[in-house]
């Protein structure tokens, strides 16, 4: 839904969240200091999507100082302040529910770069100004925050008119992704993955001007001039969103992901297991923790999953992945060495219990999403009902029936725990009878009792 009315637009926003930048506002008058709602949550207004949990505000003079008198709000927290950059980071308890609201303010300012992918130089500029630094159109609105006292002696927000000076909410509603500048993707080429990610997440397309200059900044190696690190930032972020198979899939059709991912290829097979994640979350539910961060440690695995395994480990290197990463991917290589004997029918439940338990349950998620009917069905078998199974009997347990703690023990524990996989022993009796037939075969001594 496209907001054809931009007279209030912050009328979307809860009441309460109204209310607590009326507060913002108010505070900031008394400081003669301008304050806009600015960047991604006025364009999410204007499209009429839900808005999250945090909130860019650009302010006209010292954004630090205003954090500062905004602490006088209701268990409002200061994050962080960055004075190089004139930016502070704020935390209230969001006043529709349990969680946090985040203020990030920022000091409108102008950016100059000294050469291609460097971090900007800052210097403080106008509204207007700063709005012509930014990405793309539809990123460079701004919505100025005014309250006045209600008849209760309350603050509310005052209706306020956007900011638009280069035509961003027509973008917006012609789908349209539009630098501002032609030097836009040479400043910043980390833009061109954000672009990306916005295209593919609200549907829009790069400008033709736009589309021809962001294939020279490719042209001209303009990425290889940012630090893995940035961009390894910008492909998580690429896998935390709703879809991260369309964000490749728009990467593939400008030629982009060759520049980040070599071998990488969007296809109906990756598509269809990512689309999976979504559509077959029982296994998620059951035995993964469903965190942002695990969805796009899957999306990830799922994505290189057809990748030869030193293009794989190439990616952990080159952009020094964190270790869970690097782990899953091993984790995902090593399973797919057991690839046909897992499809088998009738494998055995210790057997597969070998072959999968030094693995972590996201890898097998990975690989229950990514492989076969057969496969998959194993897999989720294993996570859901046959991983967390243990012997009743445990170590304490076996001592008392006479076993000496060492690692005949840990044998015996090991041992057991297949027996009851394979169902050959299921009362506690079992065990005990199992464990001493062990035990005497191995011509070990068991007291009477025992
Ligand atoms: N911005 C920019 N160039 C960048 C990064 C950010 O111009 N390389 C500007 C854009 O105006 C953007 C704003 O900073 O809207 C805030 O950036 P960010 O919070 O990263 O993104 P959002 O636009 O809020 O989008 P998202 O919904 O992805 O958070």
Not at 36 to 55: A, E, F, N, T, Y
Not at 347 to 362: E, M, Y
């Amino acid at each position: 839904m496209f907001v054809e009315q931009t007279q209030h637009l912050t009328g979307a926003l809860s009441q309460a969240v109204q209310h607590l930048l009326a507060q913002v506002a108010a505070v900031a008058a008394q400081h003669q200091l301008p304050v806009w709602l600015v960047g991604g949550v006025v364009r999410d207004l204007l499209l009429g999507l839900p808005i999250d949990r945090d909130l860019d505000l650009a302010v006209e003079g010292d954004a630090i100082a205003l954090a500062g008198q905004l602490l006088q709000l209701s268990g409002a927290h200061l994050v962080a302040s960055h004075p190089p950059f004139g930016t502070a980071t704020l935390q209230l308890p969001h006043p529709d529910d349990d969680g946090m609201l985040t203020l990030d303010l920022a000091r409108t300012r102008v950016e100059t770069y000294a050469h291609v992918g460097a971090l900007p130089t800052v210097a403080p500029a106008s509204m207007q100004a700063d709005l012509a630094r930014r990405d793309f159109s539809i990123n460079a609105m701004a919505c100025r925050l005014q309250a006045a006292r209600t008849a209760a002696g309350d603050w509310a927000l005052q209706p306020a008119t956007l900011l638009d000076p280069f035509n961003g909410r027509a973008d917006l509603q012609a789908s349209v992704l539009q630098v501002l500048h032609k030097r836009s993707f040479a400043d910043d080429p980390t833009r061109i993955l954000r672009g990306v990610r916005l295209a593919a997440r609200l549907g829009l397309r790069f400008a033709n001007k736009s589309a021809v200059l962001l294939q020279q900044a490719l042209q001209d190696g303009m990425l290889g001039a940012v630090s893995p690190e940035r961009l390894r930032t910008e492909l998580y972020l690429a896998l935390s969103e709703p879809a991260p198979e369309r964000v490749l899939e728009q990467a593939d059709r400008l030629d982009l992901t060759p520049h980040l991912l070599a071998g990488v290829r969007w296809s109906d097979v990756l598509a269809a297991r990512c689309l999976r994640v979504r559509t077959e979350p029982d296994l998620l539910v059951a035995c993964l923790d469903r965190s942002e961060h695990t969805l796009a440690l899957l999306y990830a695995g799922l994505i290189t999953y057809d990748l030869p395994a030193q293009e794989r480990r190439w990616l952990v290197q080159h952009y020094r992945l964190a270790n869970d990463c690097a782990s899953l991917f091993e984790d995902i290589i090593r399973v797919q060495g057991y690839r046909e004997q897992l499809a088998q029918p009738g494998l055995a439940n210790s057997t597969l219990d070998a072959i999968l338990r030094p693995v972590n349950s996201v890898a097998l998620g990975v690989v229950h999403y990514a492989e076969s009917q057969s496969v998959g069905t194993t897999i989720a078998h294993y996570l859901g009902e046959l991983r967390q199974l243990n012997p009743i009997l445990d170590g304490h347990a076996l001592q008392q029936l006479g076993v000496a703690p060492g690692p005949q023990l840990g044998a015996l524990l090991r041992g057991l725990r297949a027996a009851r996989l394979d169902g050959l022993v299921v009362s506690r009796t079992d065990e005990e009878t199992w464990v001493s037939e062990q035990v005497h075969a191995n011509n070990s001594t068991l007291p009477e009792q025992a």
